[in-house]
């Protein structure tokens, strides 16, 4: 069964940085492709970042490029999402989720068929 | 970006009424066009992939129909637990967009 687990959300001032981590288990996770989405309060979901398998291509949302990165490290089955330079407006919960199918290249986006249940991040002062 | 319309914002109905919700894109999205299920306090689901295939363990009511730059999300007989926010995606060009959502509530 599908496992995801997103950890280190909580609150930060702004201008601060986070990293958020997602320990994924039962499926091969150098073979899927990997998202973070996030939801404000009370707001709809918007994608921000995803990353192919072997981890060598990336893509992100405008309104974080040049302040977050997304990473993953195999070895430990694990997902992260470095966020520097915060910003009130990034107040969320952040969603890590995989992708269908294994393999694919990322010459289009994602189908997010797993999730995991998100972490808060609150920026605040 | 690709920006996605969903319509309409609030749909009321009763159980065992059937529901049709829209997605309309901003430009041609192909075939490449995802729904998902959002209960309050819970992480999205996945309803259907690529226009018209039911994700795994989705029930026959859900369906999905539509290319190009119109969507449709139907569900033949609401049952209580289909009530929930709808949300389409489309993942045929960078950067992925989600529509606003659609709420589908008991009327």
């Known amino acids: 069964e599908v496992h995801l687990l997103e950890s280190g959300g909580g609150l930060v001032q702004p201008g601060g940085s986070l990293r958020l981590s997602c320990a994924a288990s039962?499926?091969?996770?150098?073979?899927?492709?990997m998202s973070w989405v996030r939801q404000a309060p009370g707001k709809g979901l918007e994608w921000v970042s995803s990353?192919?398998?072997?981890?060598?291509?990336?893509y992100y949302a405008d309104s974080v490029k040049g302040r977050f990165t997304i990473s993953k490290d195999t070895s430990r089955n694990a997902l992260y999402l470095q966020m520097n330079s915060l910003r009130a407006e990034d107040t969320a919960v952040y969603y890590c989720?995989?992708?269908?199918?294994?393999?694919?290249?990322?010459?289009?986006?994602?189908?997010?068929?797993?999730w995991g249940q998100g972490t808060l991040v609150t920026v605040s002062s | 970006e690709i920006v996605l319309t969903q319509s309409p914002a609030t749909l009321s109905l009763s159980p065992g009424e059937g529901a049709t919700l829209s997605c309309r894109a901003s430009?041609?999205?192909?075939?490449?066009l995802a729904w998902y299920q959002q209960k309050l306090g819970q992480a999205p689901r996945l309803v259907i992939y690529?226009?018209?295939n039911r994700a795994t363990g989705i029930p026959a009511r859900f369906s999905g129909s539509g290319s190009g730059t119109d969507f449709t999300l139907t569900i033949s007989s609401l049952e209580p637990e289909d009530f929930a926010v709808y949300y389409c995606?489309?993942?045929?060009?960078?950067?992925?967009?989600f529509g606003q959502g659609t709420r589908l509530e008991i009327k």
């Open positions: 989720a995989k992708d269908y199918a294994y393999g694919r290249t990322m010459i289009r986006g994602l189908i997010h068929d797993q």
């Open positions: 690529d226009t018209s």
């Open positions: 430009q041609s999205v192909s075939s490449y």
């Open positions: 039962g499926f091969t996770f150098s073979g899927y492709a």
């Open positions: 990353i192919s398998g072997s981890a060598d291509t990336t």
């Open positions: 995606q489309q993942r045929s060009r960078w950067p992925v967009t």
